[in-house]
């Protein structure tokens, strides 16, 4: 991997750190049988760049995270595109989280999950047996969204997964949930993905429909 001093160093932005994923990535680069696959919205941004550079189809997959109460943005677990739920055991052990309130995030976030797909379209009966899938966010904090994304994709035949993310916390480095691991930065010391890049604005769906329908062309 590139090893950069995590406190001087930051992305312009997500489809310029999907250009650098795509250096690392280069032995996978117009290989048969190989396809990329996005998670929305971030994601699919930075998975564009890759796709284009290594000249790779693109698809999407659309894992959804249920945040914590009262922290929307830290993750108790996620949801995968199919409605399982796939649970962070010490977030929730440590917050002691309602049942309840559970059951409403997952049911707000399936309904989201099924929103989504119908605005973006792509391939929802994706067949990917034989195929090796890279799986491209614009980074990871806990890793539980890409664990349920990793689900639907081995569930539709996926023989080889690769992780490539611009950064995740180093810790997160000792976990097996995919064959091969791809990141430029680990850093020890880890907030959130956001202050890794200097432009991190939300991704509007019109912005994921246009990268779809760009990789068509």
Same mark, same amino acid.
């Given at each position: 991997m590139i090893e950069f001093n995590f406190f001087e160093m930051k992305f312009k932005d997500r489809q310029s750190a999907g250009l650098?994923? #795509? %250096? +690392?990535?280069?032995?996978?680069?117009h290989q048969p049988e190989t396809i990329? =696959?996005?998670?929305?919205? /971030?994601?699919?941004?930075v998975a564009f760049s890759v796709a284009q550079k290594l000249g790779l189809p693109l698809e999407i997959t659309i894992p959804r995270k249920i945040g914590a109460p009262?922290?929307?943005?830290?993750? +108790? /677990?996620?949801?995968?595109?199919?409605?399982?739920?796939?649970?962070?055991?010490? #977030?929730?052990?440590?917050l002691n989280v309602e049942t309840d309130y559970l059951k409403k995030e997952i %049911?707000?976030? =399936? #309904?989201? #999950?099924?929103?989504r797909r119908r605005e973006y379209g792509g391939n929802k009966e994706l067949v990917l047996t034989g195929k090796t899938v890279i799986i491209v966010d614009d980074g990871m904090a806990t890793g539980v969204t890409m664990v349920a994304a990793l689900d639907s994709l081995r569930k539709r035949g996926a023989k080889k997964t690769v992780i490539a993310v611009p950064v995740l916390p180093a810790d997160l480095l000792k976990q097996k949930w995919a064959d091969e691991i791809i990141y430029l930065l680990a850093p020890q010391i880890f907030r959130s993905v956001g202050e890794f890049y200097e432009n991190f604005e939300p991704v509007l769906d019109s912005q994921v429909k246009k990268f779809i329908l760009q990789s068509k062309q």
């Open positions: 650098e994923l #795509a %250096t +690392i990535l280069k032995n996978y680069s990329v =696959i996005g998670l929305p919205r /971030g994601g699919v941004m009262f922290h929307s943005e830290f993750a +108790i /677990g996620a949801i995968s595109e199919e409605g399982i739920f796939f649970p962070n055991q010490e #977030a929730l052990k440590h %049911t707000k976030e =399936i #309904a989201e #999950a099924q929103r």
